[in-house]
């Protein structure tokens, strides 16, 4: 059975940073990229980041550019997606992802989710 679990949402004031975690199990995802998408209510599910297999090449939503960082630790089968300057637009059900078909940059290309993890920021 395949899981990709997500840690690390909470509530937090605008300029504070969050750290997200995002554990798979059931198979390892060290020969497939790996990404961050985000979910506000009453909207479509946006691309956030993502990370090459290598993790040598990342790539960034224009509106997260220099505040987030996404990571991976092959040895743990996990990505992470550090959040900086948090701003209220940044509200949303964080999902990760992995192993894509097609364009990278659309949510409908990626093949295993996890549940989301809720991050709140407050102004």
């Known amino acids: 059975q395949v899981q990709l679990v997500e840690s690390g949402g909470r509530l937090v004031p605008a300029g504070d940073s969050l750290r997200l975690s995002c554990v798979a199990s059931g198979r390892s995802f060290n020969n497939d990229p790996m990404a961050w998408f985000r979910q506000a209510p009453g909207k479509e599910r946006e691309f956030v980041a993502t990370i090459t297999v290598s993790g040598g090449d990342t790539y960034y939503a224009d509106s997260v550019k220099g505040r987030f960082t996404i990571s991976r630790d092959k040895a743990k089968n996990s990505v992470y997606l550090q959040m900086n300057s948090l701003k209220p637009e940044d509200t949303a059900v964080y999902y990760c992802?992995?192993?894509?078909?097609?364009?990278?940059?659309?949510?409908?290309?990626?093949?295993?989710w996890g549940q989301g993890t809720q991050v709140t920021v407050s102004s």
């Open positions: 992802t992995a192993d894509v078909d097609g364009s990278w940059r659309e949510a409908r290309s990626w093949e295993y």
